[in-house]
C-alpha cells in the first residue's frame, strides 16, 4: 500500500489541491469493444502508417520528439485528414470511465486539470455531479473568474476533441499557445503556488510539467513539494532525486503487478483517509 503523505492527505480535504489526470488514466478505458486509448506514442506510430517515407518521422519518436513527430503528421496529412484521426481515435470509440475515474471524482478534490483531450472523466463527472462541474479550457477568457467562485470545475489545458483545430497537440501549437494565452499560464502558476499538484497517468517529459515546475521552483523557495505518482519499473532510481531537486516533486511509486492493484487500493484508502480529514475538520472548524 502507498504510503500517503499527512500534508497530501490535508490539502485535499480542504480543498487546496489540483489533480492532475494524465493520458494514463485514460489508458485504463474501454470501449464497448473492448478497445482502449492509444498512448501518445501508440497514435504517433498509428498515424505514420499512411505516410511515406516516415523514417525521418520515427526518428523523432525514438528520440521522444514527440511534439516535433507531430507537427509533421499533421502537415504531411493535412487539417481536415488530421482531425478525422484523432476524432476517430479520441472521441467516436465512445470510452466508458475505469474504476480509477470513481476513486479520483470521490477525492472532490475542486479543481482536476487534464491535459487529455478526451472527454472520458468529465462525462463521467459531471454525470455523477447532475452536470454541475464547469469545464474551462486554455482558450477561456474567464477562467480565473471560475477559478474564484465554489464550483467545482475541470481545466481541460490543451483543449478538447470537441474542438480539434484549438487543440495544443504540436510544437507550433504549444508555442502559439504560449504566447496567445500568457493570463492562462498565469493562472496555472499561480496555483502552482497555491494549491499541491497531485498527477496521476504523468510522464516526465510532459512539456507543460517541466516549464510549470521547473519555473515555480526556481522563481519561489518552497519547501512544500508537489507529488507525482508512478509505477516502480519507469524511474530509475538514480533520477529520482534529481528530478525531486529540480522540480520540486516528491515521487511516490507503485506496484504494476496484479493489474496495479496497489494503485486501485491505495487510491480507495486515500479516499478513505481525505474523508476522516474532512470528518476532523467539520468538528474544530479548522478549515
Not at 495544443?168 to 497555491?194: C, G, M, N, V
Amino acid at each position: 500500500m502507498i504510503q500517503w503523505p499527512s500534508e497530501l492527505i490535508l490539502d485535499i480535504a480542504r480543498r487546496r489541491s489540483v489533480v492532475f489526470l494524465g493520458a494514463g488514466i485514460s489508458r485504463s478505458c474501454k470501449n464497448k469493444e473492448g478497445k482502449s486509448p492509444k498512448t501518445w506514442i501508440e497514435f504517433l506510430n498509428f498515424a505514420i502508417n499512411s505516410i511515406q517515407p516516415n523514417k525521418h518521422i520515427k526518428s523523432l519518436i525514438k528520440k521522444e520528439d514527440y511534439l516535433t513527430a507531430c507537427g509533421v503528421i499533421k502537415e504531411k496529412l493535412g487539417r481536415d485528414a488530421f482531425n478525422n484521426l484523432v476524432i476517430g481515435e479520441f472521441l467516436s470509440p465512445g470510452y466508458s470511465h475505469a474504476p480509477i475515474h470513481e476513486s479520483i471524482f470521490e477525492l472532490d478534490s475542486r479543481i482536476v486539470a487534464t491535459p487529455n483531450f478526451d472527454k472520458i472523466y468529465e462525462t463521467f463527472a459531471n454525470h455523477k455531479a447532475s452536470g454541475s462541474i464547469r469545464i474551462k479550457h486554455h482558450y477561456d477568457a474567464d477562467i480565473a473568474e471560475a477559478i474564484r467562485r465554489k464550483d467545482r470545475m475541470i481545466l481541460k489545458i490543451h483543449g478538447t476533441i470537441d474542438t480539434p483545430d484549438r487543440m495544443i497537440f504540436t510544437r507550433k501549437d504549444y508555442a502559439e499557445a504560449r504566447a496567445k494565452y500568457k493570463s492562462f499560464y498565469s493562472i496555472l502558476e499561480a496555483l502552482a503556488l497555491t494549491h499541491t499538484f497531485f498527477f496521476l497517468g504523468c510522464g516526465f517529459n510532459d512539456p507543460d510539467l517541466q516549464l510549470l515546475l521547473e519555473d515555480n521552483f526556481f522563481k519561489h523557495a518552497s519547501n512544500r513539494p508537489h507529488i507525482i505518482l508512478v509505477p516502480k519499473k519507469s524511474i530509475h532510481q538514480d533520477l529520482i532525486g534529481l528530478i525531486q531537486n529540480t522540480m520540486n516533486l516528491k515521487i511516490l511509486t507503485y506496484s504494476s503487478s496484479n493489474n496495479y492493484a496497489e494503485l486501485f487500493d491505495s487510491l480507495q484508502n486515500m479516499v478513505n483517509l481525505v474523508e476522516q480529514e474532512r470528518d476532523v475538520l467539520r468538528n474544530d472548524s479548522n478549515w
